[in-house]
């Protein structure tokens, strides 16, 4: 069992590029979010997915899209990425109220 | 939406110590849950509980539903426990959405 994966573990863009963040579980976890984390700031929710074709957005969306591919994979798309954006973001699964489990993350630097 | 306050933000100890770190969440809720993150690492879920105590080896957590408080013991602590420890607690719209503390962070000096 891989658990959480996401790809890639480090990201440099620069300012008005785009790029996806991929997320995927092999725990058969209905639902999945994605989470960014700022120093002092914690951690934040800017998407999940209660399950397969639904998603919703959370406290920080903007800049944002995603996709539910599957019941695995759920991916995060940067359409024109703002140094704002410079952040670290977490991929998480869990069943219903359950426990989450977290990807190890991806270190994005905008520039 | 539920607020999660933690305290201390900063707590450091010599090796052997007992440690407490404190979480209180304004709004009553189904369950808990306890984080903990290494520097420069990703996120382990240590814990979930909605009442009493649970243990899993030095670590144990518990929870006073009634004064919406609930604590995360470390015994004889370790210079490895050096970590960010994060309390959540279930959204009050959507209990699967997360609510996250500040976080605690924890140096553990030998």
């Known amino acids: 069992n891989a658990g959480v994966t996401q790809t890639p573990k480090f990201q440099v863009l620069k300012t008005g590029q785009s790029m996806t963040l991929q997320c995927a579980q092999d725990?058969?976890?209905?639902?999945m979010y994605w989470y960014r984390q700022d120093p002092g700031m914690g951690l934040r929710l800017i998407y999940y997915?209660?399950?397969?074709?639904?998603?919703d957005k959370g406290e920080v969306p903007n800049g944002y899209n995603v996709s539910r591919l599957n019941k695995r994979e759920f991916s995060l798309r940067l359409e024109s990425a703002a140094p704002s954006q410079t952040s670290v973001y977490f991929c998480?699964?869990?069943?219903?109220?359950?426990?989450?489990?977290f990807g190890p993350g991806t270190r994005l630097t905008v520039t | 939406k539920n607020e999660v306050e933690q305290s201390p933000q900063n707590l450091t100890a010599q090796e052997g110590e007992f440690i407490t770190i404190n979480c209180s969440y304004s709004?009553?809720?189904?369950?808990l849950h306890w984080l903990q993150q290494h520097p420069g690492g990703g996120i382990v879920s240590l814990f979930m509980?909605?009442?009493g105590k649970k243990k899993h080896g030095r670590l144990i957590a518990t929870i006073n539903i009634q004064e919406k408080h609930s604590s995360l013991h470390i015994t004889a602590s370790h210079p490895r426990d050096s970590a960010v420890y994060i309390c959540?607690?279930?959204?009050?719209?959507?209990?699967?959405?997360?609510?996250f503390g500040a976080g605690t962070i924890l140096r553990v000096k030998s």
């Open positions: 998480a699964s869990s069943e219903i109220l359950g426990e989450q489990y």
């Open positions: 725990m058969n976890h209905n639902s």
């Open positions: 997915s209660a399950s397969e074709g639904t998603t």
């Open positions: 709004v009553g809720i189904s369950a």
């Open positions: 509980l909605s009442s």
């Open positions: 959540a607690v279930p959204d009050m719209e959507y209990g699967n959405k997360l609510v």
